[in-house]
């Protein structure tokens, strides 16, 4: 099992949608969790930490949940530029998950 | 620009070469990490230092591979007699160590150099 995995994707939504990522990971003694996005040919930008209680910045929404060892990315309302890749992180471990990648289209 | 730094962007070389890729990190973080990323996969993680002192080192970077961080700040990534496997994006990313006890920082990552190996 690999350490930090996430949805496979493709995401293919319309304009408006909202979307739901999820990313587990395999050390419960992780405590630092992140999500980036990366655009094509360019390097990860952060884009939200992820709280224990949960945390909202915008129309992202980043959740935990210690007891099944996910956490989560919601969009709402996406837009054309949230066409990315976003990418979960385990700090602690320094282990990225693979990807997935978003497109949305008009 | 205050942000990390990587010199060069690209890297074109023969197999069997030697090549040194450099990274300037933010100025006042401590932590300086190495990543190699190929397409379609997320930054797989290679080594990390703390000032000067490498901490950790993955089973990803093999004896060919080797990364320094003399003098705390800047830190060389060398790849010798380069194989066409190591074709990838190299990334670097540093982050500033909070106080004992605190988590680490956000990774804020530089521009990557690009390597083909031909």
């Known amino acids: 099992r690999k350490e930090v995995e996430q949805d496979p994707g493709p995401f293919n939504v319309p304009e408006g949608a909202t979307v739901a990522f999820n990313c587990t990971y395999s050390?419960?003694?992780?405590?630092?969790f992140f999500w980036y996005r990366q655009d094509c040919r360019k390097e990860p930008k952060l884009l939200m930490s992820v709280y224990s209680s949960g945390n909202e910045d915008g129309r992202f929404t980043a959740q935990l949940n210690r007891a099944s060892q996910y956490i989560s990315l919601l969009i709402r309302d996406s837009k054309l530029s949230d066409s990315a890749t976003y990418l979960c992180?385990?700090?602690?471990?320094?282990?990225f998950g693979a990807g997935t990648r978003l497109t949305v289209k008009p | 620009d205050t942000g990390v730094s990587q010199d060069p962007r690209h890297k074109i070389t023969k197999r069997g070469q030697n090549v040194t890729f450099r990274c300037d990190p933010i100025s006042e973080h401590n932590r300086l990490y190495w990543y190699r990323q190929t397409l379609g996969q997320g930054p797989e993680f290679l080594t990390y230092?703390?000032?000067?002192?490498?901490?950790?080192k993955s089973r990803l970077l093999s004896d060919r591979f080797s990364a320094e961080r003399p003098k705390g700040s800047f830190s060389t990534l060398e790849i010798q007699r380069t194989e066409q496997g190591d074709s990838a994006m190299y990334l670097c990313a540093s982050s500033r160590r909070r106080l004992a006890g605190g988590l680490t920082d956000t990774q804020y990552f530089g521009p990557g150099t690009r390597l083909t190996v031909l």
């Open positions: 230092f703390q000032n000067e002192a490498q901490l950790e």
């Open positions: 050390n419960s003694a992780s405590q630092s």
């Open positions: 992180v385990v700090n602690d471990d320094m282990r």
